[in-house]
T-cell receptor, first 115, second 112 residues
Framework: DADVTQTPRNRITKTGKRIMLECSQT?????MYWYRQDPGLGLRLIYY???????NKGEISDGYSVSRQAQAKFSLSLESAIPNQTALYFC??????????????FGPGTRLTVL | GDSVTQMEGPVTLSEEAFLTINCTYT??????LFWYVQYPGEGLQLLLK?????DKGSNKGFEATYRKETTSFHLEKGSVQVSDSAVYFC???????????FGAGTRLAVHP
């Protein structure tokens, strides 16, 4: 079984709809991240969480919100989806040695299309 | 701010050719450097990393050396295979917050 899972894997929605992307992990890591991937831009950080009570904005948090329901679960919400949020979204986890060298483990991604 | 620049793709090679994907970075302090690989339809996975100057990361025949004097971390492989076809991302972490900063990615296509 995959260590980091994301649901749904694909989603098509309409402008103005609320949508939630979910991420679960079985690695026992404290740190979780949400990224979006756009062609030619690499991955950009949306939000990150270092534990259940610690949530922080990344470089492109506008239009998104998150919820850390438990150590293993981290959800990303689009309150009112717009077409330029069409992208591939990845969840990732890492351990917390604090050394700045920790490997991040990525889920398989959610392809979101906003019409 | 911190940033990563990598060569634009796509890179198209024949099987057994030599591969170089260039990566340079800008960062304050002493970042850790990473190469991640994304196979078609999958998430990213760590390929190799180096945490201090002159360190060489290696895995699956790929190598990259942390060059502080040229702020570079170029990825190399002596003989590529069709199965190496993927998108390769150079990335860095600067500071203790474990936030990865990615380059734009380089697509590699290897033909038989």
């Amino acid at each position: 079984d995959a260590d980091v899972t994301q649901t749904p894997r694909n989603r098509i929605t309409k402008t103005g709809k609320r949508i939630m992307l979910e991420c679960s992990q079985t690695k026992g890591h404290d740190r979780m991240y949400w990224y979006r991937q756009d062609p030619g831009l690499g991955l950009r950080l949306i939000y990150y969480s270092f534990d259940v009570k610690d949530i922080n904005k990344g470089e492109i948090s506008d239009g998104y919100s998150v919820s850390r329901q438990a150590q293993a679960k981290f959800s990303l919400s689009l309150e009112s989806a717009i077409p330029n949020q069409t992208a591939l979204y990845f969840c990732a986890t890492s351990d917390s040695t604090g050394l700045g060298t920790d490997t991040q483990y990525f889920g398989p991604g959610t392809r979101l299309t906003v019409l | 701010g911190d940033s990563v620049t990598q060569m634009e793709g796509p890179v198209t090679l024949s099987e057994e050719a030599f591969l170089t994907i260039n990566c340079t970075y800008t960062a304050t302090g002493y970042p850790s450097l990473f190469w991640y690989v994304q196979y078609p339809g999958e998430g990213l996975q760590l390929l190799l990393k180096a945490t201090k100057a002159d360190d060489k990361g290696s895995n699956k025949g790929f190598e990259a050396t942390y060059r502080k004097e040229t702020t570079s971390f170029h990825l190399e492989k002596g003989s590529v295979q069709v199965s190496d076809s993927a998108v390769y991302f150079c990335a860095l972490i600067s500071g203790g917050y474990n936030k990865l900063i990615f380059g734009a990615g380089t697509r590699l296509a290897v033909h038989p």
